[in-house]
């Protein structure tokens, strides 16, 4: 019983002053640079279509990368001259090399997109979109698919990885 009454202290706190409060900027880039449209669609494969072919490590990793690093490249080259030939060409040319290397990731796709014509900050003006947001949040959600999907006994991701 005594155990409980001191578990049950703890809950009280420690009545320490309490940290400084976050920036408005700060709590605006913590947010919307982990984040972009594609995630979402990435979500639904890995939660509801576990044994999916392009829910396993190789296509979400592997087609993130490749239409993010396509569509980097684009934009420097492209998205001055003409925004929509640049959307167009930044897709088809992921979908083929998805294709080519076996990792069609649909959602991807769409990162592509996102990296020619979506409203990026300064930080993304080069190369560091491939790294954060897609690969990173890639790894985080890689991680939570593993630890959810695997919690069911009826259920194993990934069912391969490479």
């Not at 296509?59 to 490749?66: A, C, D, E, R, V």
Request: proline content about 6%.
């Amino acid at each position: 019983m005594q155990w409980i009454r001191c578990y049950l202290r703890k809950w009280v706190g420690k009545h320490e002053q309490r940290p400084p409060r976050v920036t408005y900027e700060d709590l605006a880039l913590s947010g919307f640079i982990f984040l972009i449209g594609s995630f979402g669609a990435t979500a639904v494969l890995l939660f509801a279509q576990p044994k999916a072919v392009v829910s396993q490590p190789r296509n979400m990793i592997g087609g993130q990368l490749i239409c993010a690093i396509v569509g980097c490249i684009v934009r420097i080259l492209l998205v001055d001259r003409e925004c929509s030939v640049a959307a167009m060409l930044a897709v088809s040319i992921s979908i083929g090399l998805m294709l080519y290397t076996e990792t069609l990731h649909p959602p991807a796709g769409a990162t592509a997109l996102i990296a020619v014509i979506g409203e990026h900050p300064k930080e993304w003006a080069g190369f560091l979109f491939i790294f954060m947001p897609v690969l990173s949040a890639q790894l985080v959600m890689l991680c939570t698919a593993l630890i959810i999907n695997n919690i069911p006994s009826d259920r194993s991701y990934p069912t391969f990885w490479w």
